[in-house]
């Protein structure tokens, strides 16, 4: 897979340092999968949400923080569409992140 916008998790462990190992571990992952459907993802992540319109929901550090992404199954691409706590996720409306 594709992963666009390194950036936004570069940007978020340097707020939240505890987060810099696990977002590593998660892009190399992500990088390395070939996920031809929501199907595939979750058998590789099985706390994935699968949300509507391809946004899936990944929990980050035992779930401390939550990542939000759209995924493209077709064209092997991933973008990071947002990144915070679990409490600012609960605050938050999913579908339009």
């Given at each position: ?26 892009a ?37 923080y939550?990542?939000?992404v ?14 915070g ?13």
């Amino acid at each position: 897979m594709h992963l666009i916008s390194r950036k936004m998790l570069r940007e978020f462990w340097a707020t939240h340092p505890d987060a810099e190992n696990p977002l590593k571990a998660w892009a190399k992952e992500v990088e390395r999968g070939q996920w031809a459907n929501s199907a595939a993802l979750k058998a590789m992540y099985g706390s994935a949400s699968i949300l509507d319109d391809k946004r899936v929901v990944f929990n980050i550090c035992g779930n401390k923080y939550r990542l939000v992404v759209w995924v493209h199954y077709r064209y092997g691409r991933v973008m990071t569409r947002w990144i915070g706590t679990h409490k600012e996720y609960d605050g938050a409306k999913a579908e339009t992140l």
